[in-house]
């Protein structure tokens, strides 16, 4: 399938926030068609185009008996994301009350088979970057309507502490609700704005990875809808293959409509810290020390400043300096820095413990000492901290602007040799958003999941989360950004780094191959059995619709 490509013009050109922070809080019947190493049909947008039996699509799924409804008109926002590149219309939009309808609307596509290329996709908050949780001609499941059952919380032992939610709901609910009982998740996002089920089909990562592993090492129990309309309940346990694939799976074999989140007792407060380095390797040593300790700080993370004017400054409307004439003296103005930020969670009456074992973990650190700033914020505002910027971008109106990010995981053991060639020569001015940069210890996480990771057991996270503006042809712009993205993925190519992407993104089924490794064949096993015609997920381009209608 292939649409005309038209493109989208925004009215804002006045420059972006700076300081942005987040990751997202992110595949037998027929081998021909899951086996094929063509480029898929990539339409940049589709604003216009009606599939020829539009109406034929529109008449089968109003005969479904569902309790929500079906949308065939005013589904702009189901062909958007929060990358803003890629824009494919569907035919219809399910807003689903309860699992029956998702499960009914998936076995209706199944059972109408080579009669029609109809594909499914689920989209929560809509914060994918290239169109993935999109189907074009095909149908979106609205999976925040799906709000069915209610959040349940179990308190028992640590090992039975956990909260049953809808896959629909999003994270910074559950937190708001689970502190009522004095409990929270244990993993997080660096974004809190996303749903369950969304951020469970790519890992979940954030500076708590190290400590507790992602998101999806903290889930004790799904519910899946497959690509066959079957609901099926899964854990370690039960239904372990079905289990493992969707946890990482980028929604290839169902769609999650339920989790059961471990919980653990909630702190109420924070300690929380910057401090800078202009050495990469003196930084990197700290950050891999931290990591490694049994009692180190709760969140671990960093990122690269170039070129940053006045740096220091624009963080005291936050921290404090510990030394403000020391700190009034430091210029950021043409370097590279890279700073560490960690923070470690307490309650009021352990104030006292909390700032001793801060002080021991910073003094074993070589850091600059004129650049130690320090907050101290409510355990809620710790982690909703990236929607505040998120609140002054929107009323800037730039929040809606292309996000052409590229998100990285590379084995320590090259580290160093990355970050020699793109913080030293092919990033050489100032950087048009964040660029985070942290390691994580693999050797604590749920094996057996559809993640891809290197190979090692200490890897780093490093995503550039870049913003630029549409209509602009310098380097702000969308296509100078994705060139200087090029680039670093050639580099990591030519130099055999070992790289894998994080919410990755490719056209054809080779590159998916070689992504995936020696986990392809168990992947392509699991299409074949819980998503054979390959109707599910079809924005990630890994396998064709398997139909009678031939794709372009």
Request: glycine share 6%.
């Amino acid at each position: 399938m292939k649409s005309p490509p038209t493109h989208v013009f925004f009215k804002h050109k006045s420059m972006f926030l700076r300081f942005l922070i987040f990751i997202l809080g992110i595949c037998s019947i027929n081998k021909t068609n899951l086996c094929c190493d063509q480029t898929f049909a990539t339409p940049i947008s589709s604003s216009s185009s009606i599939p020829s039996n539009f109406s034929v699509i529109q008449s089968s799924l109003k005969q479904l008996n569902i309790e929500g409804y079906f949308s065939f008109k005013n589904f702009d926002h189901a062909a958007k994301d929060f990358g803003n590149r890629y824009h494919f219309l569907p035919s219809a939009v399910l807003y689903p009350k309860s699992v029956s309808d998702i499960s009914s609307t998936i076995k209706h596509v199944f059972d109408m088979g080579s009669n029609t290329d109809l594909t499914v996709a689920a989209r929560g908050h809509g914060h994918s970057l290239e169109g993935q949780a999109q189907a074009y001609q095909g149908v979106v499941i609205n999976m925040e309507s799906l709000r069915a059952p209610a959040m349940r919380f179990h308190t028992g032992n640590q090992e039975l502490t956990f909260v049953d939610v809808s896959a629909g709901e999003l994270w910074i609910n559950i937190l708001h609700e689970s502190l009522k009982l004095g409990l929270t998740p244990k993993s997080w996002t660096d974004y809190l704005h996303l749903t369950v089920g969304g951020t469970l089909s790519n890992a979940g990562i954030s500076g708590q990875a190290f400590k507790h592993g992602p998101q999806i090492n903290n889930v004790y129990q799904l519910e899946v809808v497959t690509g066959k309309g079957e609901v099926i309940t899964c854990s370690e346990e039960q239904n372990a293959d079905l289990f493992y694939g969707v946890l990482g799976g980028l929604g290839q074999f169902g769609i999650i409509t339920r989790a059961r989140i471990a919980l653990e007792p909630a702190p109420k407060k924070v300690k929380w810290i910057r401090v800078l380095y202009s050495d990469f390797s003196t930084f990197s040593y700290d950050q891999e020390h931290l990591i490694s300790l049994e009692n180190s700080f709760d969140y671990i993370e960093g990122f690269v400043i170039i070129n940053r004017t006045g740096l220091l400054n624009n963080w005291r409307s936050t921290f404090n300096p510990k030394d403000p004439l020391l700190a009034k003296e430091f210029s950021s103005e043409g370097k590279v820095l890279y700073c560490l930020e960690v923070a470690k969670y307490f309650n009021p009456e352990e104030t006292t413990k909390t700032d001793q074992n801060v002080d021991a973990l910073l003094s074993k650190l070589n850091y600059i000492q004129s650049t130690l700033f320090q907050s101290e914020v409510s355990y809620v505002d710790f982690l909703d901290r990236v929607h505040v910027s998120e609140m002054k971008l929107q009323e800037k109106g730039l929040w809606d602007v292309p996000h052409p990010w590229l998100n990285l995981l590379i084995p320590k053991t090259r580290i160093h040799d990355f970050a020699q060639e793109v913080f030293g020569k092919i990033l050489t001015d100032t950087s048009h958003g964040p660029i985070l940069i942290y390691p994580v210890n693999k050797s604590k996480w749920r094996k057996g999941t559809s993640l891809v990771t290197p190979e090692e057991d200490v890897m780093y996270l490093i995503a550039f989360l870049s913003s630029a503006m549409p209509s602009s042809t310098g380097k702000d712009g969308v296509e100078y950004i994705l060139n200087k993205n090029k680039k670093i993925l050639n580099f990591c190519r030519k130099a055999h780094i070992g790289m894998k992407q994080y919410l990755p993104h490719y056209t054809t089924q080779e590159d998916w191959k070689s992504h995936f490794g020696f986990q392809w064949e168990t992947f392509n096993r699991r299409k074949s059995t819980y998503d054979p015609l390959a109707i599910l997920a079809p924005g990630h381009r890994i396998f064709r619709r398997a139909s009678g209608v031939q794709q372009q």
